[in-house]
C-alpha cells in the first residue's frame, strides 16, 4: 500500500522559516494536501491541492509538490504555529495520511 | 453554521460492535462525499473509510474492511459506521469529515472509542 513520510519533529526559531516534508513515490503526480492539529482540537487544512490556501489562512503558509516531496513552508513562523502537521494525499480511492510533525517555536 | 456532530462513542470489549453516528448541519449533506478519519491517542491522523454522496459506492482502509461498514441516510443528514469485531488497536478519536477538492474543509470534535476488557 502506498505510504508517505513525514520527519517527527522539526524547530524553528520564531520569525524563521519552518520547512516540513512529505515524502512518497511519484508524490509529485498526486495532490497533496497538510493540515495543522493543535493539542485538544480537530485538525485544520492549511494547503491544499499542493500549494493552494483556504480562506482564513494566513499567507506565510504556503506549499510545493514536485518529484517525490511535498513541502509546506512556514514563513516568519509565529509561536501560535507550533502544533502537529499531517499531510494526505491519495491512492487508488483511498487516503494516505502521513505519520505527522510535531512543529516546535522555539 | 456549518458543522459536524460525532456521537456513538464508548467502552466496548474485544470484539464487540458499535454504531457511531455523525450528524451534519449548514450544508447540503447529500452533495459531498463523506470521510471517517480516527487518531489513537497520542498518535497521527489515520483513514478508516469514505462513501459516495449517494451512498452507493465506498472504500475502507484494510485495517477495518470486512470489520467496519460506512453508510448514510441523506434524509436525515447522517454519517455512520458499524463497527464489529472490535479490537484494542480500533481505539481512537473517531472523526468524521467533509471531503471536497479543497481536502477535508469540515470536521466533527470527535468522540473517543476504547476496546478494552
Known amino acids: 500500500s502506498y505510504e508517505v513520510t513525514q520527519p517527527p519533529s522539526v524547530s524553528v526559531s520564531p520569525g524563521q522559516t519552518a520547512s516540513i516534508t512529505c515524502s512518497g513515490d511519484k508524490l509529485g503526480s498526486k495532490y497533496a494536501f497538510w493540515y495543522q492539529q493543535k493539542p485538544g482540537q480537530s485538525p485544520v487544512v492549511v494547503i491544499y491541492q499542493d500549494n493552494k490556501r483556504p480562506s482564513g489562512i494566513p499567507e506565510r503558509f504556503s506549499g510545493s509538490n514536485s518529484g517525490n516531496t511535498a513541502t509546506l513552508t512556514i514563513s516568519g513562523t509565529q509561536t501560535m504555529d507550533e502544533a502537529d502537521y499531517y499531510c494526505q494525499s491519495w491512492d487508488s480511492n483511498t487516503v494516505v495520511f502521513g505519520g505527522g510533525t510535531k512543529l516546535t517555536v522555539l | 453554521e456549518v458543522q459536524l456532530v460525532e456521537s456513538g462513542g464508548g467502552l466496548v470489549q474485544p470484539g464487540g460492535s458499535l454504531r457511531l453516528s455523525c450528524a451534519a448541519s449548514?450544508?447540503?449533506?447529500?452533495?459531498?462525499?463523506m470521510h471517517w478519519v480516527r487518531q489513537a491517542p497520542g498518535k497521527g491522523l489515520v483513514w478508516v473509510s469514505r462513501i459516495h454522496s449517494d451512498g452507493n459506492s465506498a472504500n475502507y482502509a484494510d485495517s477495518v474492511k470486512g470489520r467496519f461498514t460506512i453508510s448514510r441516510d441523506n434524509a436525515r443528514s447522517t454519517l455512520y459506521l458499524q463497527m464489529h469485531s472490535l479490537r484494542a488497536e480500533d481505539t481512537a478519536v473517531y472523526y468524521c469529515?467533509?471531503?471536497?477538492?479543497?481536502?477535508?474543509?469540515?470536521w466533527g470534535q470527535g468522540t473517543l472509542v476504547t476496546v478494552s476488557s
Open positions: 469529515a467533509r471531503d471536497s477538492s479543497s481536502g477535508y474543509t469540515v
Open positions: 449548514g450544508f447540503t449533506f447529500s452533495s459531498y462525499w
